[in-house]
């Protein structure tokens, strides 16, 4: 193949240089900030900072606390990905088999990824409300049965639910295009066959669909990591007893309520490492491993 | 031509720019951020214009940031960015943070530089000791200002039959016994705060909450509020709420503390006097309530409690005439009128003696709905502040208040008992000390 280039380079820098630019200022700029305070002791005014080499890390990895972050992180992300696929491939399914209404649903089912997260949050947070929402209707048949205010487990089911009902629509949208992009001819020879249509979901649709499949594991697990802040504030705000303390809302926590920019700065640096190597594992394995033929 | 072209455009914006600066001269212009929001958020709002209309020398602009712990992370992201404003108003548990940065000027040198003469000992000692240096003086101007009471529902209280409100815990449970008696279902709505149930709970009972005089001595300070009587407390708590006496009640849950007694659903509920308005107002008169003195134990001797809010701050890397205009700012928030306006729309307490005293003089406080926040100030100046209730002076208490009320949540879950909470939560608020003073190292608290 033929590639097309500038003749001239001077033409081609001044083209790049604003993206560069603002790469720059909003990705590079802040991360080597981080980075430079995550190996020290920083005042948050900046009258001065102490160099502590890997202290700040390595009273994190010692710290119980933290490792409780990640195991609800690690949670977090696996059941709201696990959730949100499971129940936008079912409706991708659906959507994708025409039936009565199905363009409706198909612009319907693309909306709540629009939808801010605070408000998702502020949603659920009533419809969860143990003693006013439409979840106080269990605690009345069964008292006692459902507190996410005192629980923690009970929390985190709820913040994982309204994250996934977030997600689902981003992984419908994939999901649905990667339906329509399998040939009708191999759905209608194998129905002419006599396959029903679990048979043709199980043998045709899905095989076909684990590029898609893989793709969006990456992509929702790295979301779940990064993007859960909005829901976790406006739900419980980490609580109750740090049920619900993702590594992303400790950072927030740590650094811009504690004033602990420091330890907040080694925090998103090994968030930063995490979601990196997510991606890297994608690019070089899964999306080289996984295709079509 | 082309040359006088040119002069002439450069002569057109050499005067319009001189427009500009006579224009700016008129007034000078300074910026204040403030954490306060909804109805509070509206009255200090208010100040700004009421001083931008009292003169015409100075502009202030207000800016609300949404809530105090964003007023200070804002200002600090502003101040890195030299994008700063002159007056920040600064939470009580960021005092020690402010101090420590060192990038303020302090109000009494301030004032004294503009040769505005203010009576420091006009302040309540309750009130001013909390923002002042150990050499006693002030770096940030008292503003809102605020201690925890307890509110009560009179008719709750005379069905069950008593009819003085509880002056200690002893009479307190024995209250509450009495009202879950009489079949109502919350008898007291608690949610756990560690400004009152730990921090004013220990000053009125001039108990430490960390060695070094609560760190007003030194960066090297410890928690000690898992040895004192802070614990039988807690685990008073937690049996009451074992025993179905208290109920939690957060926002999170729905109804918060506040709102659940104001809704005529639990019959006390201990919170700050600047919620005496808004709850005056959500009850509106649909039954009869009042406030009174947060209990102490029996057999110990009640002390001051201490004030809580936010003072004013103004900060390093102005110009003279922004800090003459902050300075004169200052001034007008002191005048008895200023006051008066502050207190009477907020259910705030007034800072300085006079502008109690002159609010007394016209029985202020004789009728609703501004009865009882007089007993605020009796809190607050019941006994002249000691070494251990002057206030407290410990880096990060943010993490700290954070540490304790996680710990608690747990306790109260049933996932550990009290003592190994409080422990808990002590030794990792010492970690936080520990980090804050190695983060000043070399450094001595003002």
């Known amino acids: 193949m033929r590639r097309a280039y500038f003749k001239n380079n001077w033409v081609a820098a001044l083209v790049v240089a604003p993206q560069l630019l603002i790469i720059f200022i909003f990705f590079y700029w802040p991360t080597s900030q981080a980075l430079y305070w995550a190996f020290t002791l920083e005042q948050p005014f900046g009258g001065g900072s102490e160099w502590v080499g890997f202290e700040n890390f390595q009273y994190l990895l010692s710290d119980g606390r933290y490792w409780d972050s990640v195991r609800i992180s690690t949670i977090y992300a696996l059941a709201t990905t696990a959730l949100a696929m499971g129940m936008a491939l079912t409706l991708a399914l659906f959507a994708d088999r025409q039936l009565r209404g199905y363009k409706g649903f198909r612009v319907g089912l693309i909306w709540p990824y629009a939808v801010a997260a605070p408000a998702i949050g502020l949603a659920f947070r009533f419809i969860f409300n143990p003693s006013a929402g439409v979840a106080s209707y269990l605690n009345q048949a069964f008292p006692d049965i459902w507190n996410p205010v005192m629980n923690g487990d009970h929390a985190l089911t709820m913040v994982i639910i309204a994250g996934a009902w ?38 045709i649709q899905l095989p076909l669909l684990t590029p898609t499949v893989f793709f969006l594991i990456i992509i929702n697990i790295t979301d779940s990591f990064t993007d859960s802040f909005g829901i976790v504030d406006t739900m419980t705000s980490g609580g109750p007893a740090r049920g619900t303390n993702l590594m992303v809302y400790k950072i927030y926590e740590d650094g811009f309520r504690g004033l ?33 033929s | 031509m082309k040359l006088s072209l040119v002069s002439t455009s450069v002569l057109a914006l050499l005067a319009l720019s001189g427009a500009a600066v006579s224009q700016t001269a008129d007034k000078i212009k300074f910026d204040y951020w403030y954490g306060l929001s909804g109805q509070l958020g509206d009255v200090v709002a208010a100040t700004c214009d009421r001083f931008n209309e009292s003169q015409s020398t100075y502009e202030i ?76 003086e002030l770096f940030s101007m008292p503003f809102n200002s605020s201690t925890p009471m307890m509110y009560y529902n009179i008719a709750d209280l005379e069905a069950a039959g008593i009819s003085t409100p509880p002056a200690t815990w002893e009479d307190f449970e024995a209250a509450l016994v009495a009202i879950k008696a009489t079949g109502k ?53 937690k049996r009451w709420y074992d025993d179905k006496l208290l109920e939690i009640r ?167 008992t009290m003592q190994e909470a409080l422990d808990t939560a002590v030794m990792r608020s010492n970690d936080v000390l520990n980090k804050f003073a190695r983060t000043y190292r070399g450094k001595q608290l003002p």
């Open chain 2, 185 to 237: 279902e919350c008898a007291f709505g608690y949610e756990p705060s560690t400004w009152i149930d730990m921090e004013q709970f220990s000053m009125a009972h001039g108990i430490p909450i960390a060695t070094n005089n609560n760190g007003y001595d030194g960066l090297d300070s410890e928690y000690v509020y898992n040895t004192t009587l802070h614990v039988k407390h807690m685990e008073n708590i």
């Open chain 1, 260 to 292: 602990d920019y420091s330890g907040a700065a080694a925090q998103s640096i090994i968030l930063m490492v995490l979601v990196v190597a997510l991606t890297l594992f994608q690019f070089k394995y899964v999306e080289r491993r996984v295709h079509y």
């Open chain 2, 61 to 136: 602009t207000c800016v609300g940031q949404d809530g105090y712990a964003n007023a200070v992370q804002n200002t600090i992201a502003a101040f890195r960015a030299g994008q700063h404003p002159t007056v920040v108003q600064a939470y009580d548990a960021g005092t020690a943070d402010l101090m420590m940065s060192g990038e303020f000027y302090p109000v009494s040198k301030m004032m004294a530089d503009f040769n505005i003469d203010i009576d420091w000992d006009n302040f309540f000692p309750g009130i001013s000791n909390y923002y002042a240096s150990s050499t006693g």
């Open chain 1, 166 to 203: 977030k997600q689902v629509s981003y992984s419908f949208i994939f999901f649905l295009a990667g339906l329509q992009s399998i040939p009708r001819s191999l759905v209608e020879a194998s129905a002419m066959d006599g396959a029903r249509v679990m048979r043709r979901m199980w043998d």
């Open chain 2, 250 to 416: 957060s926002t999170q849950g729905g109804l918060n503390a506040r709102d659940s007694f104001a809704q005529n659903e639990c019959s006390l509920y201990f919170g700050s006097i600047a919620r005496h308005a808004a709850v005056g107002l959500l009850v509106d008169g649909k039954f009869e309530w009042d406030v009174a003195m947060i209990p102490v134990y029996e057999g110990t001797a009640r002390q001051n409690t201490v004030v809580g809010g936010a003072s004013l701050w103004v900060l390093s890397g102005k110009s003279e005439d922004e800090y003459r205009g902050a300075a004169e700012y200052l001034k007008f928030l002191m005048t008895e009128e200023s006051e008066r306006y502050w207190v009477s729309n907020t259910g705030y307490i007034p800072v300085t003696k006079t502008g109690f005293a002159a609010l007394n003089a016209e029985n202020f406080y004789a009728n609703p709905p501004y009865k009882g926040r007089e007993l605020a100030l009796k809190s607050l100046t019941y006994t002249d502040p000691g070494p251990l209730t002057r206030g407290i002076r410990l880096g990060g208490f943010i993490q700290a208040r954070s540490e304790w009320t996680n710990e608690v949540q747990a306790a109260l879950q049933g996932d550990k």
